[in-house]
């Protein structure tokens, strides 16, 4: 029964992108971050269950590690990166997530006039309850 999360581009509702995490916990964003102009472009992410397993209740996603207070999440809108909330703040993903691409957009931010740098020092925890269906 496990979660995992997927970067480089999956399609909503698929079963494509590069596995980055093994199961539910601390789940690497994996993407070197080249922050430009103070911040980066958002990435897409997806989490998606093994089939035949589902979430049951909200899954929640938050940025955890050094400076996990440079990060935003945001849900999908339709394939565009939307509006982002607060910089660390937790996405919440109210619905069921199956065994198909739950697409959702990460992005961080420099401090003013802090140097370009790859930014790996964050991890995504993954909160869910995971039953079979």
Aim: some cysteine.
């Amino acid at each position: 029964m496990y979660i995992h999360s997927y970067k480089d581009s999956p399609t909503s509702g698929g079963i494509d992108g590069t596995l980055v995490s093994e199961n539910t916990g601390l789940t690497p964003i994996a993407t070197p971050l080249i922050l430009v102009g103070n911040e980066c472009s958002p990435i897409k992410l997806a989490v998606r269950c093994d089939s035949g397993y589902a979430t049951y209740g909200s899954t929640v996603i938050t940025p955890v590690g050094t400076t996990y207070d440079k990060w935003a999440l945001a849900p999908d809108s339709a394939g565009s990166p939307g509006t982002f909330g607060a910089y660390g703040a937790a996405l919440t993903i109210s619905g069921q997530v199956g065994a198909t691409n739950q697409l959702f957009w990460a992005k961080a931010k420099a401090v003013n006039g802090e140097a370009p740098q790859n930014d790996t020092t964050v991890d995504l925890q993954v909160a869910a309850t995971i039953q079979a269906v």
